[in-house]
């Protein structure tokens, strides 16, 4: 299993295919009853992408199932799931499947933990050679709410916030 970081990416190799092909699941937190909120945020900004983009509220392998990768925005609390819904994630990943962790949120501590809040826009610094991407550029983030990671055992950078 390939695991990175991108503000906690974990990518397995299968997932090369090109970004128009890729069905996203955005996991919708209020949808669930946990907490945060929700992910109308990066939905709107898939769909504005090109991106074919669903919302999910529960992490049973006949959900996972239906996607290439899954985005956990926001998520405070996941609400109510099943027991093992973290070895779900994972094995989804083993699977072929991708796990973007963003935004305060970071259930998979093997790839990265945050340990600090920061605030105000940064320059993102690309600092890996990763198919996700290939072609981006250095650039500003666009907004001013970061975490400061601590890389965990199964975590490599590829995107750097200036602290």
């Given at each position: 299993?390939r695991?990175?970081l991108?503000?906690?990416?974990m990518?397995?190799?299968?997932?090369v295919?090109?970004?128009?092909?890729?069905?996203?699941?955005?996991?919708?937190?209020?949808?669930?009853?946990?907490e945060?909120?929700g992910p109308?945020?990066?939905v709107?900004?898939?769909?504005?992408?090109?991106?074919?983009?669903e919302?999910?509220?529960?992490?049973?392998?006949?959900?996972?199932?239906?996607?290439?990768?899954?985005?956990?925005a926001d998520?405070?609390a996941a609400?109510?799931?099943?027991?093992?819904?973290?070895?779900?994630?994972?094995a989804?990943v083993?699977a072929?499947g991708g796990?973007?962790?963003?935004?305060?949120?970071?259930?998979?501590?093997?790839v990265?933990?945050?340990?600090?809040?920061?605030?105000?826009?940064?320059?993102?610094?690309?600092?890996?050679d990763?198919?996700?991407?290939?072609g981006?550029?250095?650039?500003?983030?666009?907004y001013?709410?970061?975490m400061?990671?601590?890389?965990?055992?199964?975590?490599?950078?590829?995107v750097?916030?200036?602290?």
């Amino acid at each position: 299993m390939r695991i990175a970081l991108i503000v906690g990416l974990m990518v397995s190799g299968a997932v090369v295919a090109e970004p128009g092909t890729w069905r996203i699941g955005v996991f919708d937190t209020r949808e669930a009853g946990g907490e945060g909120v929700g992910p109308r945020f990066a939905v709107e900004a898939l769909v504005k992408a090109g991106y074919q983009v669903e919302t999910f509220a529960d992490f049973s392998p006949l959900t996972l199932a239906q996607f290439d990768i899954l985005w956990l925005a926001d998520m405070h609390a996941a609400g109510p799931q099943p027991e093992d819904w973290r070895r779900q994630l994972v094995a989804f990943v083993q699977a072929g499947g991708g796990v973007l962790q963003s935004w305060h949120h970071h259930v998979l501590g093997e790839v990265g933990l945050g340990i600090r809040r920061v605030f105000g826009k940064r320059q993102m610094t690309i600092v890996a050679d990763q198919p996700a991407l290939q072609g981006m550029a250095d650039f500003a983030a666009s907004y001013g709410d970061h975490m400061v990671e601590q890389l965990g055992p199964q975590g490599t950078v590829l995107v750097k916030t200036e602290v």
